[in-house]
């Protein structure tokens, strides 16, 4: 198995641009989680789906970002308009419902200027 | 709101040194732990898992430790090796839900 994919691994934009940011999960696995990684705050869970549905986006910083799932094998991550304090590395994991080991994906580290 | 908290935040050992890196947490009403390595500029790699029900997990010269009632879980790092160094994350929570985690323990092995 590939493994969890993302794209772009890496992406340099100026503020107010949109970005969007991709993730392939592993195949046959049903959730889906979105994390952002700063120096300041660590790893933080911003939203996941499970079988394509967004179960908590409680960790969405701002209505400027925003999430979804087409369909099982596909999420994207969206920011508009970006902004200087949205660079951090965005990681993508998914798992199985009943397994809970969640696998990450290389990360896209994201600057913007 | 569940908060991690991993001690120490910074440890470098000598080569072949057994070393334990300690994690807490608020809230006892877990799902399962899991620790992951991280090295620069990479994503993270899974190391071991244990669920709610289990006390430890062992994987070659890993082993982890899991005590719901007080809240702490230990990885166990046996004859350490300079390919250990890395930032090692514990992470609580999981199933259908996601992760929170500490801020992790950067570790050096010193050849």
């Known amino acids: 198995d590939a493994g969890v994919i993302q794209s772009p691994r890496h992406e340099v934009t100026e503020m107010g641009q949109e970005v969007t940011l991709r993730c392939k999960p592993i195949s046959g696995h049903n959730s889906l989680f979105w994390y952002r990684q700063t120096m300041m705050r660590g790893l933080e869970l911003l939203i996941y789906f499970n079988n394509n549905v967004p179960i908590d986006d409680s960790g969405m910083p701002e209505d400027r970002f925003s999430a979804k799932m087409p369909n099982a094998s596909f999420s994207t991550l969206k920011i508009q308009p970006s902004e200087p304090r949205d660079s951090a590395v965005y990681f993508c994991?998914?798992?199985?419902?009943?397994?809970?080991?969640?696998?990450f994906g290389p990360g896209t580290r994201l600057t913007v200027t | 709101k569940q908060e991690v908290t991993q001690i120490p935040a910074a440890l470098s050992v000598p080569e072949g040194e057994n070393l334990v890196l300690n994690c807490s947490f608020t809230?006892?009403?877990?799902?399962?732990l899991q620790w992951f390595r991280q090295d620069p500029g990479k994503g993270l790699t899974s190391l071991l898992l244990?669920?709610?029900?289990?006390r430890e997990q062992t994987s070659g010269r890993l082993n982890a430790s899991l005590d719901k009632s007080s809240g702490r879980s230990t990885l166990y790092i046996a004859a350490s090796q300079p390919g250990d160094s890395a930032t090692y994350l514990c992470a609580v929570g999981g199933g259908a839900d996601g992760l929170t985690f500490g801020k992790g323990t950067h570790l050096i092995i010193q050849p």
């Open positions: 994991a998914s798992s199985l419902l009943d397994s809970s080991e969640q696998y």
């Open positions: 244990i669920q709610s029900s289990q």
């Open positions: 809230d006892s009403a877990i799902y399962n």
